[in-house]
């Protein structure tokens, strides 16, 4: 848990930097840009936003990571911002969450 803690503070920072995306529109348009190197769904997204997002993910070869632990409230308390999926758009802030999100499982 303490890993999940980091991925959200690292969410945090992305956020302060203008890195990520926020929300669905934003984040599909970011993934078919070119610009998204990771997306994040919290817990409670819809089943139909999770499959939805993950398509696009899938078809443009950017990873996907549904924190399980992590709901929308807390996703959004550490970005400023409610939202339940996110872009990330920097390749430095995407690989350090992926990492520290793996470590986690």
Do not use: H, P, W
Not at 9 to 29: N, P, Q
Not at 58 to 75: F, Y
């Amino acid at each position: 848990m303490k890993q999940m803690a980091k991925s959200l503070t690292l969410l945090g920072f992305a956020a302060k930097a203008g890195k990520l995306s926020f929300g669905m529109d934003m984040s599909k348009m970011a993934v078919k840009s070119g610009k998204s190197f990771l997306v994040v769904c919290a817990c409670d997204v819809s089943e139909k936003s999770q499959k939805e997002i993950a398509f696009f993910a899938n078809s443009n070869n950017i990873s996907l990571i549904s924190l399980k632990d992590i709901d929308i409230e807390a996703m959004s308390k550490a970005v400023g911002r409610k939202c339940g999926i996110i872009s990330v758009n920097d390749k430095s802030f995407a690989e350090a969450i992926k990492g520290g999100y793996a470590n986690d499982q």
